[in-house]
């Protein structure tokens, strides 16, 4: 396979992964959903509307044909396919006494300068996030001239990566740990990488940007937890940005309950939602509605629940939660602890659940990139992938031979 040769440098040893449920499995699951009831009709479900953080959240209609479709029209073997047409990886990391079992995809270069990059995803996200982003680099590039080697790791908890210890707490550092362990043992640790992330993998790319001697910058598009600075009033912001400041205090205000049921109750909603395929569709499927500018197909969003319901991803993958809305929340507000002073980036979506302005995330970090767009949201990599191509290409271009 095409861009599957690991570096010489590496001193993990990747196995090759292939996608693949049971026929077993897969006839059961497709049981469970078939019997799996919806619930009966209310005023605030037959009313909702799920791109108003104001009203009510998902409907009723949207979940009994999402169902159908599921039962009737959806083929997770195509998504295998799509899966298993790019090289996927599983290797063991070592981190605090415990083994992760760390699945990746990649694409890796031959030229000899391609830059090391990490694209990072988050909750309700997945590696499945980035494939429209590899489809456009395979399709753009040769191994022979691929200007990155391109790794997409399942977090830890997510996907076809293991979760974390039983027995003992875990965080977003020990998420960033595991993730340099990664990519320095892939051979890029002498030279450096590049993290990018959204949603959760934002906060793994800062605490990286921070921590990590080997990440040398960081390109994120979100940067949610920033507060209004002292010195940038609100005229000084573009119409844009002011409006987007209207989504951000909406998400805030009525937005982020499912965070908080995260946080504070993880054991319940992680029992809850494994007991139904239809349950998890509902609260999955809402996120990925409201917090995208168009909504995804169908196909899309229930290949991200299938992956979820199929590797229990959910109870394993909301761990983080509990550091931003827990009992002790140590949220990552970037503060001075989080200040980023390596190269960093920012491209802003209006359709961001957090569309924070450029002059507030310059005062995180050391912003030496940025670019607004007009479209876009939460799913930057998945909504616009020739976008999101183009704001990595152009960010590593303009930072990378300084930091090199």
């Known amino acids: 396979m095409s861009f599957d040769t690991i570096p010489s440098k590496a001193s ?4 090759p992964f292939n996608a693949h449920v049971s026929d077993e499995d897969l006839k059961s699951f497709q049981t469970l959903l078939k019997y799996s009831r919806i619930g009966p009709k209310t005023y605030e479900n037959l009313t909702a509307d799920v791109k108003d953080f104001n009203h009510w959240g998902i409907s009723r209609e949207w979940v009994a044909d999402a169902k159908q479709h ?11 396919d799509r899966i298993n047409s790019y090289p996927n990886f599983t290797v063991p990391i070592e981190d605090s006494g415990f083994e992760f ?4 995809t990649a694409l890796f270069s031959k030229k000899p300068d391609a830059v090391p990059l990490a694209l990072l995803h988050g909750w309700p996200g997945s590696f499945l996030e980035f494939l429209g982003t590899l489809d456009v680099l395979r399709e753009k590039y040769k191994p022979e001239d691929l200007p990155f080697h391109v790794i997409v790791p ?11 210890p039983l027995d003992k707490d875990f965080d977003t550092e020990g998420i960033a740990r595991v993730v340099d362990k990664l990519m320095v043992g892939l051979g890029f640790g002498d030279g450096g990488y590049v993290a990018q992330g959204g949603d959760v993998g934002s906060f793994v790319s800062r605490v990286l940007g921070v921590n990590s001697e080997a990440c040398k910058a960081v390109h ?3 940067a949610i937890g920033i507060q209004q600075p002292d010195d940038v009033p609100m005229d000084a912001l573009s ?10 205090n909406n998400f805030g205000n009525l937005g982020n309950a499912y965070a908080r049921e995260h946080g504070t109750r993880p054991s319940t909603i992680g029992l809850v939602l494994s007991s139904s395929p239809v349950a998890l569709l509902a609260w999955v499927g809402e996120k990925f509605l409201q917090w995208s500018d168009e909504s995804p197909p169908v196909d899309e969003i229930l290949d991200s629940v299938t992956l979820y319901w199929y590797t229990d991803s959910f109870p394993r993958a909301i761990f983080p939660y509990r550091q931003f809305f827990g009992p002790k929340p140590t949220f990552f507000h970037p503060d001075a602890q989080w200040y980023i002073k390596k190269p960093m980036g920012y491209s802003w979506h209006p359709k961001e659940l957090a569309p924070v302005p450029k002059a507030w995330v310059a005062k995180s970090g050391n912003l030496v990139w940025y670019r607004g767009h007009t479209e876009g949201g939460h799913f930057a990599a998945m909504e616009r992938p020739k976008y ?4 990595v290409e152009d960010f590593v271009k303009e930072v990378w031979p300084t930091v090199k």
């Open 101 to 104: 079992q760390i699945h990746f």
């Open 239 to 248: 119409k844009e940005e002011q409006e987007g400041l209207v989504r951000y």
């Open 220 to 222: 994120l598009n979100l």
């Open 12 to 15: 993990l040893k990747p196995k």
């Open 154 to 164: 399942s977090l830890p908890g997510y996907g076809y990566s293991n979760g974390p």
């Open 388 to 391: 999101f191509v183009k704001d």
């Open 70 to 80: 599921w039962e009737t029209k959806y083929d997770w073997r195509k998504t295998e």
